[in-house]
């Protein structure tokens, strides 16, 4: 008989080969990640321990590839020490029971990986002694990744910090929340990333900062501090898709969602939309050229896509990238209270949410319960 595993895992398979193209990495893949091969055609790996180190531990899964990581168990793993990923992965969240699975501590560090997936993870950073100039997930000299639903919290240099990585998707995620010293939410200095129907929230600013080969679909940005989204601010030239996004103030939003283009900042904007007046409804206005800036701050503004028609990506209404950021957004299997709360705060459309400098101020990590459950038996094959 097939155990829950079995069943989760081979039903991926049969929709990855029915509903998609081989190489894409999961039914659904957008973007310039979407062909990332994670740990096709290697073997499972069960995560069974919420142990920071040893056999079956998290780190040990992570250490090499080609691998599928499983998860036996749900709850905090509470990290030691920076939790470095290697390549060939597909690190499968979805697989967890109870409510799931989340690291907490310490950054989460992608640099110089390739081929990885990782999907309905929560990376939580928060203010542990020493981390002040790392982030919850680092990315840097990294290719074809892919997260997908993952909720991606205090972070403390950034909540992302991205460098000189091509190729990278971050689709349906919650990125928010981050924490002192910065309180950011991602810089992105790298080409070819899609920002897809994400959720970014309770950020001082950059959400992101794009500097680089971005596109920047369906997102929805909510209680910004200082700035929204930030242009690259540089005399190099960058590239900017920024199509159908929602920009909703909240209590500590200040007056630029947009802010920090020069001209070479080459940007085509379509779609987009903008509730500045926090008044707990949905009825925002167009956004305007003048938006992202005037004078010598006014970025050139391009008549077509730098990308062209997305590659096999849902483009679709400001308003409905809200519903669906309120519906699927983050790991959202099953949500737990962190991101319920952040949920919360967007629905209130200007009424909730605050910028913290240490998560107590938001109440806390809160508590995933630690559940085990007997492996079932795995299959061979694509995931």
């Not at 010293?181 to 080409?191: A, E, H, I, K, S």
């Not at 949920?343 to 319960?369: C, H, M, N, W, Y």
Request: aromatic residues 10%.
């Amino acid at each position: 008989m097939f155990g829950r595993h079995t069943a989760i895992l081979c039903l991926s398979v049969a929709m990855a080969r029915t509903a998609c193209a081989a190489t894409s990495a999961f039914p659904g893949a957008e973007g310039f990640g979407q062909f990332a091969s994670g740990g096709r055609g290697g073997g499972f790996y069960h995560v069974t321990t919420l142990a920071d180190a040893g056999a079956g531990s998290l780190r040990d899964a992570v250490s090499r590839g080609p691998r599928v990581l499983v998860f036996d168990v749900s709850g905090y793993i509470a990290l030691k020490s920076i939790l470095h990923v290697g390549s060939d992965l597909t690190i499968a969240g979805q697989t967890a029971p109870g409510d799931g699975i989340a690291t907490r501590n310490y950054e989460i560090s992608f640099a110089g990986a390739s081929n990885v997936v990782v999907r309905y993870l929560r990376f939580r950073q928060g203010v542990t002694p020493g981390q002040d100039k790392k982030s919850a997930v680092n990315i840097t000299r990294a290719r074809d990744l892919i997260f997908d639903h993952v909720s991606i919290e205090w972070g403390r240099w950034d909540t992302v910090d991205m460098n000189d990585s091509e190729n990278v998707t971050f689709q349906n995620c919650i990125i928010g929340e981050g924490v002192a010293p910065q309180r950011f939410g991602c810089l992105c200095q790298c080409d070819r990333v899609t920002f897809s129907h994400n959720l970014f929230i309770n950020n001082q600013s950059r959400n992101p900062k794009a500097k680089g080969k971005i596109q920047y679909l369906n997102n929805v940005i909510y209680n910004w501090g200082a700035v929204g989204l930030v242009g690259g601010h540089s005399g190099t030239n960058h590239w900017l898709d920024v199509v159908g996004n929602y920009f909703i103030a909240g209590p500590d939003s200040g007056g630029y969602f947009l802010g920090e283009f020069k001209p070479t900042d080459q940007v085509f904007q379509s779609g987009n939309y903008a509730d500045l007046n926090r008044d707990g409804r949905l009825n925002g206005r167009p956004v305007r050229s003048d938006d992202f800036g005037t004078g010598e701050n006014t970025p050139t503004f391009l008549a077509t896509a730098v990308f062209g028609k997305p590659a096999n990506v849902m483009v679709e209404s400001a308003a409905a990238a809200y519903s669906n950021a309120v519906a699927q957004a983050g790991c959202s299997l099953h949500r737990d209270a962190v991101d319920d709360r952040l949920i919360a705060d967007v629905q209130s459309l200007g009424t909730r949410g605050k910028i913290i400098r240490d998560p107590v101020e938001a109440g806390g990590f809160g508590e995933l319960k630690e559940i085990h459950v007997v492996p079932g038996a795995l299959v061979p094959g694509d995931f």
